[in-house]
């Protein structure tokens, strides 16, 4: 059996090192951070629908199923991208339909991509997905129980 020079051998393996350090710099994927964010990420129309139950008369504490009444409600969200939202829907409140419904109010976003916004009926606690193109929702006023989901119908005609 031949016994192979020590250096032969280091010489190989050098090369074989530089060999994958070579391909793997030809392959590396760059990862940017998410930029996170901000009033103009959902700014657009979306459209909506929530459901869940509202209370009829909260007093702080925790209520049986039977005190509250079902609502429903469909329609569109719109976010100016400046801090102002609109909102135009169809209201279910204990099977009384309210066509035509509509009100607006200032939202914010944080970098994490948890928003809120305030209407006449209350705070929305909003989670962005999707860069935009889904929000999460559900008000966080107590003794209303309602959550859903808005879609984004259209990309906003100015970012400005």
């Not at 964010?37 to 209370?55: K, Q």
């Not at 944080?110 to 209350?122: L, V």
Request: charged residues 15%; glycine residues 14%.
């Amino acid at each position: 059996m031949k016994r192979r020079n020590g250096y032969s051998c280091g010489a190989a393996a050098l090369f074989v090192i530089v060999a994958l350090a070579v391909l793997l710099a030809g392959k590396q994927n760059i990862v940017q951070a998410d930029p996170g964010c901000t009033v103009s990420t959902i700014a657009g129309a979306y459209g909506f629908a929530l459901n869940g139950l509202v209370s009829g008369s909260f007093k702080g504490q925790p209520q049986r199923i039977g005190a509250f009444f079902p609502l429903a409600a469909a329609g569109t969200f719109s976010f100016d991208g400046h801090g102002n939202a609109f909102r135009s829907f169809t209201l279910s409140f204990g099977g009384q339909i309210f066509p035509g419904s509509s009100d607006s109010g200032p939202y914010t976003v944080k970098s994490d991509c948890t928003a809120s916004a305030t209407f006449s009926d209350g705070t929305w606690n909003m989670v962005i997905v999707g860069h935009g193109k889904e929000i999460k929702a559900i008000n966080a006023t107590p003794g209303v129980l309602v959550e859903g989901v808005l879609t984004r119908q259209s990309e906003p005609r100015d970012k400005d």
